[in-house]
């Protein structure tokens, strides 16, 4: 616990708080920026006496049900949060559950790369955010439930097009090995979810080979570097596949590009004029 740290911080995020942000009177005979100690006190549920002496760097460790109170009174986001926990010197609670949120600047970016296709997946495994070179070479999500929309569940139980699992990839083996590995690290950190383990049970339940890898308790991560779409239209196109961590929403995005000068290329350029019309293509 770092208490003269914990000290400042306190003051420092009190004392920027109107009182009126809160429900409180301003008055006239106020001699502190923002709210006063009893304020915040009253606020967090705790007593006066107490929370001076945190601000006074002469408290005892705070326990979680308190910087719980603290930064729902101090109007903390979810970084303050974190950094509170760590000076008080407690773990961070882990969030309630994936985040399925993506940052505008991240969805402006994937549709500033016209010549690649780009996804964004949850910890969860959901396809929560893609261009229209990705929805041209897999499918138009925009019109895909969002149940159907969770690699790990379409991988192992469907849908699936034309016979082939999770549009005709090289790699669905392997992926399918990974994606199960992902998924119960993910487990491990969202505990408290009810529809991640409502997923784990649905896939357990009706997969066999999913089950198999759940046992077997793997979390590795071994990211494939490329891999071929069986598309309906322009053929086999193979592309290479990054991975970035968006470490603030516990986050990847995906982005498959063609090597320069390819056929592969050449069919995501015919793509990207195609779109997603091919979907009402009599076949």
Known sequence: MDRDELAEF????????????????????????????????????????????????????????VLAGLA??????????DHL?????????????????VRQSLRDLIH????????????????VAWNPLAAALMEDFSATPRRDRNLVRRVFLGPHRDGQRLWGVSDADDFARASAQRLRSAAARYPDD???????RELRAGSTAFRELWDTHDVRDEP???KTFAHPVVGPVTVDC??????????????????????????????AVVGTQRLDLPR
């Not at 500033?112 to 396809?127: C, F």
């Not at 961590?245 to 995906?254: E, N």
């Open 224 to 226: 494939t570097r490329r």
């Open 242 to 271: 990054d991975v970035l961590d968006i470490a603030d929403r516990d986050q990847r995005l995906v982005i498959y590009t063609a090597s320069p000068g390819s056929p592969d290329e050449e069919a995501l350029r015919l793509l």
């Open 194 to 200: 009810p529809e991640l383990a409502a997923l784990v």
């Open 85 to 101: 926990h760590r000076l008080a010197g407690v773990a961070p609670a882990p969030p309630h559950q994936p985040s399925r949120e």
């Open 10 to 65: 306190l003051r420092t995020r009190r004392e920027r708080i109107a009182p009126a942000d809160v429900g409180l009177p301003a008055g006239r005979r106020r001699r502190t920026a923002g709210l006063r100690r009893e304020e915040a006190a009253q606020l967090a549920y705790i007593s006066t006496e107490y929370y001076t002496r945190l601000e006074q760097a002469r408290g005892s460790r705070p326990s979680r049900e």
């Open 112 to 127: 500033r790369l016209p010549h690649a296709a780009a996804t964004v997946i949850s910890a969860s495994h959901e396809i």
């Open 72 to 81: 729902r009174a101090l109007r903390l986001t979810d970084t303050e949060r």
